[in-house]
């Protein structure tokens, strides 16, 4: 069997992609998009954009709500007519999570659809990371791994407030909790994060809870510096394949040049919003 009848495979100009079904799941709840405009002016103000959400399981329409993001995402973040890259992502994100929550609500059933995302918007120059959830974004390059998106997970939390460390927390019975995804109320709060890319030859990879709760960074590394990106894609989800991953596990690797700093910022709360209740709910794997 070839990896394209074992793999969802999409490619692009500058990026490679690929999704694999969990074993137990009768859908693949993971979606991805590769969109790489032609288009000279949209090309300058909004470059590419690659994009993957999870749908969570347990919830009922996982899969659709994580097709329904990225169609949203992808078609939202090309019809923003600012030149602000960040302020665009942002709010293609925050026009997917009311439109996934108003297909959770025409249904009766508000908790019936959620899904994470991670997405990024490359220009020249310029790199734009929103999540909600824990897809995750890293940086590879010389021989080195940089995570860029915040996980909004159970785990993460406990890292970020010194109770668990890293290596604790990928082996905790409650890594697989999240505490924040698209559909669960009409707002949400992306994480935004931009990265100024000066030079050559590193990568961008998004990927699943599927791969990066299977993989650990260094393995990853390896696999993306040392690799075309499709045929990483392929090992990386062969891998998952043979370790058994129980669950969807999809990634995207993009070229994008090295040299990247980090500036960390959040998007801006919308007007009126503040989270009243924090929501923790469990993967089924």
Known sequence: MTSSDRFNLVTGRFAAGGSRMGPKHRENEDSLAIAETNTGGQ????????????????????????GLAVQVVQ?????????NPSANLSSAVGEANRRVHESATLDGDELSMATTVVAAAVLDGLIVVANVGDSRAYIVGDGAIRQVSHDHSWVQDQIDNGRLTPEEARLSPRRNIITRALGLSREVEAEVKTET?????????LCSDGVHGVLDDSELADLVEGLEPQAAV???????????GRDDATVVI??????????EGRAQDRAGFFPAVLRLFRRQR
Not at 43 to 66: F, P, W
Not at 75 to 83: D, M, P, S
Not at 197 to 205: G, K, M, Q, Y
């Open 43 to 66: 090309r300058r103000t909004h470059g590419s954009l690659y994009v993957i959400a999870d749908g969570v399981g347990g919830h009922t329409k996982g899969e659709v709500a994580s």
């Open 75 to 83: 078609k939202a973040y090309f019809a923003t007519k600012g030149n």
């Open 197 to 205: 890319d000066t030079a050559r030859h590193t990568r961008l990879v």
């Open 234 to 244: 392929e090992k990386i989800l062969g891998l998952v394949d043979e370790r058994d």
């Open 254 to 263: 993009v070229e994008i040049g090295t040299g990247v700093s980090i500036h």
